[in-house]
C-alpha cells in the first residue's frame, strides 16, 4: 500500500495536449500524504482515488483501517480537510473536499454533468460514512474520540466558482489542482481559471525532484550533468527548478519533456516508497 511507480510514459501524459493519466493522481495524492508522515497531527488527509474503489467494492471498515491506517488516514486532532479525488462510472474524475470547519463535504467538478450529480453523490455518501466508521475504530486509536460522530451524515454541496469546461479533457488537470497539500484551500476562493501548461510542468518537475521519489537523486544528478553539456545558454530546453514553473516564466509543456526525458534518464520509472 506504501508503493507507487510511474513509467516515464505515464509521466510524459502532463505533457500539454495529453490526456492525464490517473496513475499521476495517484503520485500526486501519495506525495501529499508522505509529506505530513513527519507530523504528529496533521491538518488535512489526502487519499489516493483506489479508497473510493474499495469502498464501492464492498471492503468492511476493518479491512480498510488496516490498509489505509496510519499511513493514508494518519490519526490526528486538529484535522480540517480531507481530499479525495474520485471517478463515477464514466470514469469522469471530480474531487471531495471535505471541510471539518464548515461541517460539510464539497463536490468539486470541472464538468458537472446534472445526471452524474445522484451517483456521485451517492458515492461520497459511502465514502463519508465509510471514513467515520474508520475514524472512531479500535484501530485508529484513542485520537477517535475527536473524530466528529456525525461526519458520516455531513451536507453535499457543490462548490461554487468552478467553470463549466464543457469537457473531460481537463478534468484530472482540475482535480490534480485542487489536491492542496499545504492546507491553503478556500472554498470561498476557488479559482476559476486553470493555467493548465504551469500546472503539468509544476507537477511533473515536483513529482520527479521531490525527496519522496526513490530515484529523486539521480533523477537531479543526471539532469544537472545534461545541463552542464548544454552551451547554448537557452534555459527554455534546459529541467529548471518548480519555482521558475510556477511563476509562469517559462513554458511549461517544455520542461515536462525536459523532465520526463531527462530527469528520468537513469530510471525508467519513479517510486514513491
Same mark, same amino acid.
Given at each position: ?5 510511474l ?8 505533457i500539454p ?17 508522505c ?15 483506489r ?8 471492503l468492511?471498515? !476493518?479491512? $480498510? ?18 481530499? +479525495? ?10 474531487? +471531495? #473536499?471535505?471541510?471539518?470547519? $464548515? ?5 468539486l ?10 451517483? !456521485?453523490?451517492? @458515492? +461520497?455518501?459511502?465514502? @463519508? =460514512?465509510?471514513l467515520q466508521?474508520?475514524m472512531?475504530?479500535?484501530?485508529y486509536?484513542? @485520537? ?11 451536507? &453535499?454541496?457543490a462548490?461554487?466558482? &468552478? ?6 479533457l481537463?478534468?484530472?488537470?482540475w ?5 492542496n497539500?499545504?492546507? =491553503?484551500f478556500?472554498l470561498?476562493? $476557488?479559482?476559476? #481559471? ?8 509544476r507537477?511533473a #518537475?515536483?513529482?520527479?525532484?521531490s ?6 537523486? @539521480? ?7 545534461? !545541463?552542464?553539456k ?8 534546459i529541467?529548471v527548478?518548480?519555482?521558475m514553473?510556477?511563476?509562469? !516564466? +517559462? ?5 515536462v ?8 534518464? #537513469? ?7
Amino acid at each position: 500500500m506504501l508503493e507507487f511507480r510511474l513509467t516515464r510514459s505515464k509521466l510524459e501524459s502532463l505533457i500539454p495536449g495529453h490526456p492525464i493519466d490517473k496513475r499521476v493522481v495517484d503520485m500526486v495524492a501519495m506525495r501529499n500524504a508522505c509529506s505530513i508522515q513527519h507530523l504528529k497531527h496533521p491538518t488535512f488527509l489526502c487519499l489516493p482515488p483506489r479508497f473510493a474503489h474499495d469502498v464501492e467494492r464492498g471492503l468492511s471498515a !476493518q479491512e $480498510l483501517a488496516e490498509a489505509y491506517i496510519p499511513f493514508w488516514i494518519k490519526p490526528s486532532r486538529f484535522i480540517s480537510h480531507i481530499f +479525495m479525488p474520485m471517478e463515477d462510472s464514466f470514469h469522469h474524475s471530480f474531487c +471531495m #473536499v471535505v471541510d471539518y470547519d $464548515l461541517k460539510m463535504a464539497f463536490r468539486l467538478d470541472s464538468w458537472p454533468e446534472p445526471l452524474m450529480v445522484p451517483e !456521485q453523490e451517492g @458515492l +461520497m455518501r459511502k465514502v @463519508l =460514512r465509510m471514513l467515520q466508521d474508520i475514524m472512531t475504530s479500535s484501530t485508529y486509536g484513542p @485520537l477517535r474520540l475527536h473524530t466528529p460522530p456525525n461526519l458520516g451524515g455531513w451536507p &453535499i454541496r457543490a462548490a461554487e466558482g &468552478i467553470p463549466n469546461c464543457d469537457t473531460r479533457l481537463f478534468s484530472t488537470a482540475w482535480v490534480i489542482s485542487w489536491l492542496n497539500p499545504e492546507g =491553503r484551500f478556500n472554498l470561498f476562493r $476557488l479559482n476559476g #481559471v486553470l493555467d493548465d501548461s504551469t500546472l503539468r510542468g509544476r507537477i511533473a #518537475v515536483e513529482l520527479v525532484s521531490s525527496p519522496f521519489n526513490a530515484h529523486a537523486g @539521480l533523477a537531479r544528478y543526471w539532469a544537472e550533468q545534461w !545541463q552542464r553539456k548544454r552551451t547554448s545558454g537557452r534555459v527554455g530546453d534546459i529541467l529548471v527548478s518548480s519555482a521558475m514553473i510556477v511563476t509562469g !516564466q +517559462m513554458d511549461g509543456g517544455h520542461h515536462v519533456k525536459a523532465a520526463a526525458e531527462y530527469s528520468c534518464a #537513469v530510471a525508467d520509472d519513479l517510486t514513491y516508497p
